[in-house]
């Protein structure tokens, strides 16, 4: 199916720089900033498209429950806290809230930044998971799926590495962001 977006096309006055064509005839947007991926959002579902972003409000219940639903696991993070995570079916926001507020993983983030800056930690937690999850399935599913890039110009650094876009990006095949 050839795609209705092209590398350079905007939404909203937003570039996209990435493309991967569907055949289901559903969109998902990815990108390293979540404000400017519900404003795409939004105007992709107003001109009446059928447009998922990892956010509560556009993940359906049915895909949430048949794809967010995690195994029972022990997470062993670098400092040496062992976090069990019992089964469970994760919204994107109680996934969100566990990685930001969670006691648990304050050993493990940068003092100066709050984030979780080592890959193997980042990947144990329950929001990379469904994050994966989500990039995998509407991968596989044959959603169209368009990337707008980095819009505010963020600074890639160590105290605050891109772990999810770099996973997308990793999953489509795509080039990392800059």
Known sequence: MLSSFKVGSKIADIEIVKVRPGTNGKIVVVGKDMETLRTVAAKLKA???DVMILDDKYITKNFRD???????????????????????????????????KNSKYEEIKSKTSGFITNYDDIVQIPMYKINNKFIEIAESEGYEILSIGNPTNAVRSADKPWFFIDMEYNVMGWDLLK
Do not use: C, N, R
């Open 66 to 100: 048949t794809h967010f639903k995690l195994e029972a696991y022990d997470a062993t993070f670098s400092d040496g806290t062992v976090v069990h995570y019992p089964e469970k079916t994760w919204t994107v926001d109680g996934a969100w809230d566990d990685m930001i």
């Open 47 to 49: 001109q009446g498209k």
